[in-house]
């Protein structure tokens, strides 16, 4: 589905900011770059919504994998944002309140994601968390936690991505 926003072009998740007047020139570029249009997006593949786009919170020490979580989940319809440690993102989440999901590797340095759950619960028993690692999470405590968080291996696949946004659906 591609659709115009404001004074750019969104498909499939891609923002086109270039001046492209029709869908028609639109599906050439996309076909030249993607090697195929892609189709329109199903019920299914769509990311859940609640008056608008789901807004998740990616933390991370670890900028790469920061910006490759962030990158799916655009991909995906998803707006995406970024800290880099547990504090920026308890001081996000005090100062920007909002986000659908806070989405937290395990393995970071002073508070781990284990304890920023934790945190975040305190605070906020209604914001959803997802856990990810490519650890054994046993090893964080997270059996202890209450209610027990999801937790996804790394490195995060596309289909397992979307699966875990349909489970926190906000429906």
């Given at each position: 589905m591609i659709e115009k926003k404001r004074d750019f072009l969104v498909c499939a998740g891609l923002e086109l900011r270039a001046e492209i007047r029709s869908s028609e020139v639109l599906e050439q570029v996309l076909e030249q770059v993607l090697g195929q249009v892609p189709s329109q997006v199903s019920e299914q593949e769509k990311a859940p919504e609640d008056n608008g786009q789901m807004r998740v919170l990616v933390v991370d020490d670890d900028p790469r994998v920061r910006e490759t979580v962030c990158r799916l989940?655009?991909?995906i319809g998803v707006i995406a944002e970024d800290a880099e440690d547990a504090a920026a993102c308890l001081q996000r989440l005090s100062l920007e309140p909002g986000f659908d999901l806070v989405?937290?590797?395990l393995a970071m340095p002073k508070m781990d994601g284990?304890?920023?759950y934790a945190a975040i619960a305190t605070r906020d028993s209604e914001q959803?968390?997802?856990l990810m690692s490519g650890?054994?999470?046993a090893h964080f405590g997270v059996d202890q936690l209450t209610p027990k968080p999801l937790v996804l291996r790394k490195p995060i696949v596309l289909d397992q991505l979307r699966q875990a946004l349909h489970g926190t659906s906000l429906a």
């Open positions: 989940l655009r991909s989405l937290t590797d284990a304890e920023l959803k968390v997802i650890q054994d999470a």
